[in-house]
């Protein structure tokens, strides 16, 4: 074995031994292109080499133990970039189900999808719908694509599948909560993320899970998602962990909490 993946198991080992861990890491991954300028090389390089760093992440949450992995795969202003470097992801998407749908199956992973599918040109998005089908009773890592997605469209659709039972009588006004609301999102039945990591350093979160971020912990890194590994997911998760979650509590009411309430 190498150096190198004896360092990664020791410090894989470090982070589950110390607990406290996301359920649900949600990932802008940001940066292939300028990635790939930084290089010389042609856009669609950051987006091959973005794949790796997909790949290795996944396969790390899976042996982590994480129960979701949202990734922030395609966003429906992605459509507004320059038709043929939509047309190469578009590809690359195709090619990536293909080549990696076995490994997931084999590794246990889940593949679930949230976004405006529909949208999605038909080779990828019957692929996408084998995949799923495929992996649908596997019971480890649930990895979550998003693509052609928007939050303010998931947050306009759940309102309007609300709206349309309180019409038909099937609800009350009155029984709209977070609880309902939550239930007509595209990410119904997972948990709100913990932790969202965005790479290359911007601080935005671009229209990603608006309401499911509520109370999300925020990581941003410099480093461009074609070269975020094991490592920096590992420092994301460190730094995580350092983190005091109040949910708009005191830190006193937590303490509280944890001791069953004994003052």
């Known amino acids: 074995m190498k150096k190198e993946d004896i360092e990664i198991d020791q410090l894989r080992e470090e982070i ?4 406290r861990l996301p359920r649900h890491i949600a990932i802008i991954m940001d940066g292939n292109g300028r990635w790939a300028k930084q290089k010389g090389l042609p856009r669609v390089a950051g987006h091959n080499e973005g794949i790796n760093s997909v790949r290795e992440i996944t396969r790390e949450c899976g042996k982590l133990g994480i129960q979701v992995l949202t990734l922030y795969t395609f966003s429906i202003e992605n459509w507004s970039r320059p038709m043929s470097e939509v047309s190469a992801l578009m590809t690359l998407l195709l090619k990536t189900i293909q080549n990696e749908i076995d490994e ?8 679930t999808l949230i976004g405006h599918l529909q949208d999605l040109p038909k080779g990828p998005y019957r692929r996408l719908l084998a995949g799923v089908e495929k992996t649908k009773n596997n019971t480890g890592l649930n990895l979550n694509l998003a693509l052609s997605y928007g939050s303010r469209s998931e947050i306009i659709d759940a309102t309007r599948a609300i709206a349309q039972k309180v019409l038909r009588g099937e609800i009350t006004i009155d029984q709209i ?13 997972k948990p709100d993320p913990d932790l969202l990591i965005r790479t290359s350093g911007e601080f935005r979160v671009s ?11 925020i990581y941003v890194t410099p480093i461009f998602w074609p070269a ?8 994301a998760i460190t730094d995580y962990r350092k983190r005091e979650r109040r949910f708009g509590m005191t830190s006193e009411q937590l303490t509280e909490n944890r001791s069953g309430g004994r003052r």
């Open 228 to 235: 975020f590994r094991s490592r920096e997911l590992f420092a």
């Open 177 to 189: 909560d977070d609880n309902l609301f939550s239930d007509h999102l595209y990410t119904v039945g």
């Open 207 to 217: 229209n990603f899970l608006l309401w499911q971020l509520a109370y999300t912990e």
């Open 104 to 111: 997931l199956y084999q590794n246990n992973v889940r593949l």
């Open 16 to 19: 589950i031994k110390g607990g």
